[in-house]
């Protein structure tokens, strides 16, 4: 069950803007920011596992922490949770992914951490075959934005789903 469905937000963009130029701007800002955050689950800055788990890159030099946390907290409440809640199960997923041993790319539909560490986060995927895993510092990332968009239900939630993963 999704709380964040495409019907629901754009529902939601119709109220608060009516149908028109204005509210494919607003629909377009939350794509941009969910594909923005989502960089950071990618293949491109994920543990590779078959490689020892090095990443193929890192993210200070491309990814500003920074220019993203303000741009979020920019969005309304509900945009962030939206973007929190589809970044989050792109994390689910590719932990999914490799704990069945098979690899899709992460999806990025676009409308406190809690204890969780790498060797948790390894512990939990040990038995499947596919390669990718995300990095601590981008969960924790994601984390501060849940926490930042007071979407702790999200966060509850997230943990909750990475546990039984």
């Known amino acids: 069950d999704e709380p964040y469905t ?14 028109g ?11 941009k920011m969910t594909k923005e955050v989502c960089k950071l689950f990618g293949k491109k800055f994920s543990i590779d596992v078959a490689e020892g788990g090095k ?3 890192h993210s200070r030099g491309e990814f500003n922490f920074e220019a993203t946390t303000a741009k979020m907290q920019a969005l309304s409440y ?16 590719m932990l999914g992914s ?9 999806r990025c539909d676009g ?8 060797s948790h986060l390894l512990l939990l ?10 990095v601590q510092e981008h969960v924790a990332f994601l984390f501060d934005l849940m926490e930042l968009a007071l979407n702790i239900y999200g966060l509850i ?3 909750i789903q990475v546990q039984t993963t």
């Open 6 to 19: 495409m019907h629901d937000c754009n529902q939601r963009h119709v109220l608060l803007y009516g149908v």
């Open 21 to 31: 130029r204005v509210r494919d701007e607003a629909r377009h800002t939350v794509k």
């Open 55 to 57: 990443v193929k890159k």
């Open 78 to 93: 509900f945009d962030q949770h939206v973007v929190t809640y589809q970044c989050a199960m792109t994390v689910i997923e």
């Open 98 to 106: 490799y704990s069945s041993g098979q690899y899709t790319r992460p």
């Open 111 to 118: 409308c406190g951490r809690a204890g969780v560490t790498t």
């Open 125 to 134: 995927c040990v038995a499947g075959s596919s390669n990718y895993l995300p």
């Open 157 to 159: 939630d997230f943990c």
